[in-house]
């Protein structure tokens, strides 16, 4: 009894840092190897799924040198490297300490699994623990953070996880009975899934922001009440559903079906469907989850070796069994997590990729034998229930939004407008530092400011809610309009009211990224003025004249006579044929009197691709572009009186 409920506990722990290895490595791939989609596509994507491949000799690793030293050996490596992690300077030192981590954690489950044949308890108290752990921290990993709070709470992790490992694993110990392979097996497309929507905290919030139902600001995402209850709701209904035992035929039906509705609603990339999407591949995930629970809880004697009866440290057929499918599942994981957002740069559909990995979860539910000992003690206890619920509510509250701001008593007679691609938060180094970012934003003193590539969960660049982030620290309430889907897109943060908004999203000409162009409406103090952000994308080999001359016809209508701002990444240079789209239209670069101004790459800036244009009448002033490295884009500044 002892010894499962620490595998329990082991298992769970983690989950929990290899979590927090994978929310390194899956971005240090893209920004670091992938150097911004500059290696080619089937380069990274190999160099990613290598090291999974690789994983696939754990289990005969394991089987030939026994669980509990393979098991010890690879949890100190993952542990070293999480923690080396934080100190990392980033760039290639990041890069491999995170493949080796990655590494490591692949090698451990496989141990693990020699050992435990019933995952699950540990499985939903891992995931759950990191979901409301990342709402605790409003998103931004421990690993980033630093400072002595970070350091404490990461060495805490990490020790109990390493101090759960050998009591976890007995030189004797068997396997908590039965095969349980089948629950091994969807580890990887249970955590594909997790970290996409259904235990993603950022991606709760985002669903909570999006506005309906407003004719001024549907389908725009603005900084979220706290009574809106999607985060409370999705951790809830996940352990309610991995609690809940209705009856069987009831079950197969019910949750697989919940899950593969959810992960077709989310695939659709309606803003509108988000936090249905949320909620019901929360309560079909753990629905699947208790219906493949069916191993005994009780020891069994491993497989005999030969004619005798000494216990087989290496865990048995059936241990290297699991091993093969925990590993063969988490390569499931990383080709889900390729397939998906390297669709964003090829340009083919991606919304089969959590349906198929939600169907592959709801298939081995429904083919699930029933318990082998019935009834089974729950996976976890029912207190976990109002107590992550409370947590997760908790960090909502730690994390309140900033309050909307008052209209200025008189209008000011000019304001300072800061346009910045800030590549999802990630510096030239490849690091997540918010703060770098605030000060890089900060320097100009804006009044306004217009993002591009901005990124509110994916998966892909570690889950964070880089806008509520970096608008928390600027106190700065936003404006979100989703591009490429709900959780990536631009945004404009203002120090004045938001009376309005629309968005237009863009047809694609030929390109791979979804773009679209954000109007909004600022009330000034008894004057408006009309801003709009975007993000061209160009197609392949060609220039966006296309979705420019878009834009700039949507710009003049929505401003109609007022003050117009229009900024952001153009993807253009002055003297292209998509810069000239702008101008025709009668809009003035705001940015003249300083070019030559490169913006990119901020290192060694030498295109002009980040504008300002605005209409006659406001007369720009300081332009620049200040240098630093927390993007790969230099910031564009300028300060605009207003006629």
């Given at each position: 009894?002892r010894h499962r409920h620490l595998r329990t506990a082991a298992l769970a722990l983690g989950v929990v840092v290899l979590l927090d290895v994978l929310r390194v490595w899956l971005p240090s791939i893209i920004t670091i190897f992938g150097r911004a989609a500059e290696t080619?596509?089937?380069?990274?994507?190999?160099?990613?799924?290598?090291?999974?491949?690789?994983?696939?000799?754990?289990?005969?690793?394991?089987?030939?040198?026994?669980?509990?030293?393979?098991?010890?050996?690879?949890?100190?490596?993952?542990?070293?490297?999480?923690?080396?992690?934080?100190?990392?300077?980033?760039?290639?030192?990041?890069?491999?300490?995170?493949?080796?981590?990655?590494?490591?954690?692949?090698?451990?489950?496989?141990?693990?699994?020699?050992?435990?044949?019933?995952?699950?308890?540990?499985?939903?108290?891992?995931?759950?623990?990191?979901?409301?752990?990342?709402?605790?921290?409003?998103?931004?990993?421990?690993?980033?953070?630093?400072?002595?709070?970070?350091?404490?709470?990461?060495?805490?992790?990490?020790?109990?996880?390493?101090?759960?490992?050998?009591?976890?694993?007995?030189?004797?110990?068997?396997?908590?009975?039965?095969?349980?392979?089948?629950?091994?097996?969807?580890?990887?497309?249970?955590?594909?899934?997790?970290?996409?929507?259904?235990?993603?905290?950022?991606?709760?919030?985002?669903?909570?922001?999006?506005?309906?139902?407003?004719?001024?600001?549907?389908?725009?995402?603005?900084?979220?009440?706290?009574?809106?209850?999607?985060?409370?709701?999705?951790?809830?209904?996940?352990?309610?559903?991995?609690?809940?035992?209705?009856?069987?035929?009831?079950?197969?039906?019910?949750?697989?079906?919940?899950?593969?509705?959810?992960?077709?609603?989310?695939?659709?990339?309606?803003?509108?469907?988000?936090?249905?999407?949320?909620?019901?591949?929360?309560?079909?995930?753990?629905?699947?989850?208790?219906?493949?629970?069916?191993?005994?809880?009780?020891?069994?004697?491993l497989t005999p070796r030969g004619s005798g009866t000494e216990p087989d440290p290496g865990g048995g057929h059936g241990g290297r069994r699991r091993g093969f499918a925990v590993v063969g599942g988490m390569l499931g994981f990383a080709v889900g997590a390729v397939a998906?957002?390297?669709?964003?740069?090829?340009?083919?559909?991606?919304?089969?990729?959590?349906?198929?990995?939600?169907?592959?979860?709801?298939?081995?539910?429904?083919?699930?034998?029933?318990?082998?000992?019935?009834?089974?003690?729950?996976?976890?206890?029912?207190?976990?229930?109002?107590?992550?619920?409370?947590?997760?509510?908790?960090?909502?509250?730690?994390?309140?939004?900033?309050?909307?701001?008052?209209?200025?008593?008189?209008?000011?007679?000019?304001?300072?407008?800061?346009?910045?691609?800030?590549?999802?938060?990630?510096?030239?180094?490849?690091?997540?530092?918010?703060?770098?970012?605030?000060?890089?934003?900060?320097?100009?003193?804006?009044?306004?400011?217009?993002l591009s590539e901005v990124d509110r969960g994916w998966l892909l660049n570690g889950g964070h809610d880089t806008l509520a982030l970096l608008a928390g620290r600027l106190r700065m309430p936003y404006v979100f309009a989703p591009a490429a889907d709900p959780v990536w897109?631009?945004?404009?943060?203002?120090?004045?009211?938001?009376?309005?908004?629309?968005?237009?999203?863009?047809?694609?000409?030929?390109?791979?990224?979804?773009?679209?162009?954000?109007?909004?409406?600022?009330?000034?103090?008894?004057?408006?003025?009309?801003?709009?952000?975007?993000?061209?994308?160009?197609?392949?080999?060609?220039?966006?004249?296309?979705?420019?001359?878009?834009?700039?016809?949507?710009?003049?209508?929505?401003?109609?006579?007022?003050?117009?701002?229009?900024?952001?990444?153009?993807?253009?240079?002055?003297?292209?044929?998509?810069?000239?789209?702008?101008?025709?239209?009668?809009?003035?670069?705001?940015?003249?009197?300083?070019?030559?101004?490169?913006?990119?790459?901020?290192?060694?800036?030498?295109?002009?691709?980040?504008?300002?244009?605005?209409?006659?009448?406001?007369?720009?002033?300081?332009?620049?572009?200040?240098?630093?490295?927390?993007?790969?884009?230099?910031?564009?500044?300028?300060?605009?009186?207003?006629?």
């Amino acid at each position: 009894m002892r010894h499962r409920h620490l595998r329990t506990a082991a298992l769970a722990l983690g989950v929990v840092v290899l979590l927090d290895v994978l929310r390194v490595w899956l971005p240090s791939i893209i920004t670091i190897f992938g150097r911004a989609a500059e290696t080619p596509a089937e380069l990274l994507g190999a160099f990613a799924l290598g090291w999974f491949v690789l994983a696939l000799a754990a289990p005969v690793l394991v089987r030939r040198v026994g669980p509990r030293p393979v098991g010890v050996v690879a949890a100190g490596v993952l542990a070293a490297t999480r923690l080396a992690l934080t100190a990392a300077p980033g760039g290639r030192i990041q890069l491999w300490l995170a493949c080796a981590g990655l590494l490591a954690g692949l090698v451990w489950l496989a141990a693990a699994a020699a050992t435990v044949a019933r995952p699950v308890p540990g499985l939903a108290y891992g995931l759950t623990g990191a979901a409301v752990g990342h709402a605790l921290l409003g998103t931004e990993d421990l690993v980033w953070r630093g400072g002595v709070l970070g350091w404490v709470l990461s060495v805490l992790l990490v020790g109990a996880f390493l101090a759960a490992q050998p009591a976890a694993s007995p030189p004797a110990a068997a396997p908590d009975g039965g095969e349980g392979g089948a629950a091994w097996l969807l580890v990887g497309p249970v955590l594909l899934l997790a970290g996409q929507s259904a235990l993603a905290p950022a991606v709760w919030d985002a669903a909570a922001s999006y506005r309906h139902g407003s004719a001024d600001l549907s389908g725009l995402a603005l900084p979220p009440a706290r009574l809106a209850a999607v985060p409370e709701a999705a951790i809830g209904l996940f352990l309610v559903a991995v609690l809940l035992r209705p009856p069987r035929p009831v079950a197969r039906v019910l949750w697989p079906a919940a899950l593969v509705v959810g992960a077709g609603l989310f695939a659709t990339d309606r803003a509108g469907w988000l936090a249905a999407a949320v909620l019901l591949t929360a309560a079909g995930l753990g629905g699947c989850l208790a219906l493949v629970d069916t191993v005994a809880d009780r020891t069994e004697s491993l497989t005999p070796r030969g004619s005798g009866t000494e216990p087989d440290p290496g865990g048995g057929h059936g241990g290297r069994r699991r091993g093969f499918a925990v590993v063969g599942g988490m390569l499931g994981f990383a080709v889900g997590a390729v397939a998906y957002y390297a669709a964003y740069d090829l340009g083919y559909p991606n919304g089969w990729v959590p349906v198929l990995a939600a169907l592959v979860v709801a298939v081995a539910a429904v083919l699930a034998p029933p318990s082998v000992a019935a009834p089974l003690r729950p996976p976890v206890p029912v207190w976990t229930v109002p107590g992550a619920m409370l947590l997760t509510a908790v960090g909502g509250g730690i994390h309140r939004p900033v309050p909307a701001p008052e209209p200025p008593a008189t209008p000011p007679a000019a304001v300072r407008v800061v346009a910045y691609n800030i590549r999802m938060g990630f510096g030239l180094d490849g690091r997540l530092d918010l703060d770098a970012l605030t000060r890089a934003v900060n320097g100009s003193r804006p009044d306004v400011v217009l993002l591009s590539e901005v990124d509110r969960g994916w998966l892909l660049n570690g889950g964070h809610d880089t806008l509520a982030l970096l608008a928390g620290r600027l106190r700065m309430p936003y404006v979100f309009a989703p591009a490429a889907d709900p959780v990536w897109g631009d945004a404009v943060l203002s120090r004045f009211p938001v009376r309005a908004g629309r968005t237009l999203p863009l047809a694609a000409h030929g390109a791979p990224t979804g773009a679209q162009a954000l109007g909004v409406t600022l009330d000034l103090g008894g004057r408006e003025l009309a801003v709009v952000a975007t993000h061209l994308q160009p197609p392949p080999g060609q220039g966006p004249v296309a979705q420019a001359g878009e834009v700039a016809a949507f710009a003049t209508r929505y401003a109609a006579g007022r003050p117009l701002v229009l900024g952001g990444d153009l993807n253009t240079e002055p003297g292209d044929a998509a810069f000239a789209e702008f101008t025709r239209a009668g809009l003035v670069d705001a940015l003249a009197a300083a070019r030559p101004l490169p913006t990119s790459p901020a290192d060694d800036p030498r295109t002009q691709i980040d504008h300002v244009f605005v209409t006659p009448g406001v007369t720009p002033s300081g332009a620049a572009a200040p240098r630093g490295t927390a993007s790969d884009h230099l910031p564009v500044a300028v300060t605009l009186a207003l006629p």
